[in-house]
């Protein structure tokens, strides 16, 4: 089966054919193109929608035609066309959706609407992945049940799969996202957008000992998120610390230790809760190097059976195949006339 996905959610236009073996249940992936307008938004400071768009529009077309270039296929050996339909920006969706949908039209080919998140999920079932390099799964791919961690700039969620199509949401942020937080705190230290990766790189050089930042809701019952709290004690510091290259780096990696800890020690609790065969990253955070160290760290401390998966650095950040792969496992097909895009999508629980 070779699966067309497209995704637009937010400010990269991104294009991917994979091909899905019903048998192995392995997802080859055959080409991946993702344009992105992220130097034209790191000029502002942060993404603006109606300028994100914009360069969608020219990009879509392009795209779709390099993948299928890449891949040398023709529209007519393409089988199924997946498309990301929300949750992200609208002016975005609506750009990826109505192309999906008119492409359906004139090729006659089925479509299935994807949720964004639950493709950053998939990523790790696509064969280009990259397990860790100290725990190599057994499995070929993940095994259930399985608790997928979400970490990325708009949403940090945990959820439970029991199988393909069965799954529940166990908890998330109640403000801000843990990307968004480090990119927020990355613009209080005066560093580029997005701020996560330069936080990362700063931490590396910074002393453990200088700064210690909350830890919101760590010991909570719950596996709710909440990363304001630690965002306004870093802004309260940088209030009365002059900035330099040391007090940088300083800051950087104590706002990044206490991120990670929370999400660790709620990812692995409800691992332990739900006698998880698997742990599945997914998420631009998940690209976060001592995000997967820690992770590795504590599975192993802990003596937990969970498998770790985490996706290439490159299929963490939004890009077509992990929506195709998503469609693949999760092959609802509709007809173009049902689709919308809807910007608020959560989790499908039926």
Partial sequence: ?????????????????????????KIKLISNIVASSLPLHSKSG?????????EQVKYIIPVISGALSKANLKPKDIDII???????????????????????????KPLIPVNHLLGHIYANFVSEISNFKFQISNSAVPEFPAIGLIVSGGHTDLILLNKHGNLK???????????EALDKI??????????????????????????????????????????????????????????NEETVNDICLAAQKAIVNVIVRKTLKAAKKYNAKSILLGGGVAANQTLRNELELEVRS??????????????????????AAAAFFNNKVVTWQ????DPNLYFDLS
């Fill in 1 to 25: 089966m070779l699966i067309l996905g497209i995704e637009t959610s937010c400010d990269e236009t991104a294009a991917a054919i994979v091909s899905g073996d019903k048998y192995s249940k």
């Fill in 186 to 243: 990355g613009r209080l230290l005066k560093l580029p957008y997005p701020g996560g990766p330069y936080i990362e790189q700063h931490a590396k050089k910074g002393d453990a000992n200088k700064y210690q930042f909350p830890r919101p809701m760590i010991g909570s019952k719950d596996f709710d998120f909440s990363f304001s709290g630690l965002k306004a004690a870093v802004s309260r510091e940088v209030e009365k610390t002059k900035l």
């Fill in 82 to 108: 997946a498309i990301t339909y929300g949750p992200g920006l609208i002016g975005s969706l609506l750009i990826g959706v109505e192309t999906a949908k008119t492409l359906s039209y004139i090729w006659n």
């Fill in 338 to 341: 049902k689709i919308d895009a």
């Fill in 46 to 54: 942060g993404i603006v929608p109606e300028n994100a768009a914009r």
């Fill in 302 to 323: 802990q003596k937990l059976k969970a498998k770790i998966f985490a996706p290439s650095k490159k299929l963490c950040t939004d890009n077509a195949a992990m929506i």
């Fill in 169 to 179: 949401w166990l908890g998330g942020t109640r403000d801000d996202a843990a990307g």
